[in-house]
């Protein structure tokens, strides 16, 4: 009997059977469907590469003669055509994204983009990246420029600076912070496929640690938040940003630290030593946010509980097999946004996408990118803002 094959093959059905039915209750299982689901959502190519090499081995070997064999076997099929099933809904989230922006902007949305930008965002998904090299995120033309400091927290107040080499002017400015329940995470985790392609592009992307748990309470988070704000726009000019677009960006925790902010712009309660600082943003990207309220003094401290009729736009973004945060509550948040604001309201709930979605180069992530890149398009052209970038030759 192939015991080898047998367990191997037993555990990815296993996990693609966790990842297309996650389980919320009890928190083991739910963990374990978090867990599990980042890895089978985001990377079924890499997996439907070992079941078909282990297969293939296993013929090689006669080793599919035995009934444990032909156990193996029928395995590693029904899993590959659960990962293929995965793959397809990756597929899908192009069209997914393109009727959410249609939805709140407009049929005619993109007309408002000059002509030479539209058909450069047109791009085709870098499928290379997504089939081979999902965890490949450094480029050539891009430049990292680790641990700045931003604030007097230590490591907890440093951001990285992601620019292209050839230093373009008035580039727009996208800040992202990092998820991790508030209690743990990194700058140099979650989105990087994003930054490092806004990069390649001509933006200045800034990717940011803040306080966290235990030491660290609401507003902690926020005050930090909004101090990258701050430090951007203090510091635009050296590194050739436009300081008039400043987009806010967040993953899980994150997404609520960049919710809030933009629902607070300049409110000196948040922003204490730097009150006259302007922190107000462009526009607000949340990826797999969370909207629900957090240990805090006696404010609220839920984005549900600021959204006001002054919102900037908001791109809102949610997988539907989240185990840890319902898709429900990414579209409570939006509604009840789109209600009040003045400003549109993009929801896009992605089929099958997991808590986390934003860590490789996935079908699911790269149409996402291609997204917000339009979106943040869209934004500036409305705005009326000249922003000088590099063209991008590939």
Known sequence: MPIGYLVTTALIAGFTVVALVPRRRPHLLMMISFRVGIVVSELPFLLMYYLVAATALALAQHDVASPGGWLAFGLAAAATLGLGRIAWEGLGTRSTVDRALADSLGADWQESIDPPTAARL???????????????????????????????????????????????????????????????????????????????????????????????????????????????REHAERYGADPGAVFIAGSSAGGHIAAMAALTPNDPAYQPGFETADTSVSAAIILGGYYGSIDADDRPASPVAYVNSDAPPFFVTHGDRDALVPAQAAREFADRLGAESANPVVCAELHGGPHAFDLFHSLRFEAVVDAIERFAAWVNARDGLEIERRTRHN
């Open 122 to 232: 047109r791009r085709r998904l870098p499928i290379a990246s997504i089939m081979v090299g999902p965890l490949r995120f450094r480029r050539g033309d891009v430049q990292r420029i680790a641990n700045v400091r931003y604030g007097g927290a230590g490591t907890a107040n440093q951001l990285d600076v992601y620019r292209h080499r050839s230093h373009p002017t008035r580039s727009p400015v996208m800040i992202h912070f990092h998820g991790g329940h508030f209690d743990g995470g990194h700058k140099n985790r979650e989105s990087r496929p994003l930054l490092y392609h806004l990069a390649s592009e001509g933006w200045l992307c800034i990717s940011a640690n803040y306080r966290v748990g235990p030491t660290a309470r609401f507003p902690d988070h926020l005050v930090d938040g909004k101090r990258v704000i701050a430090w951007v």
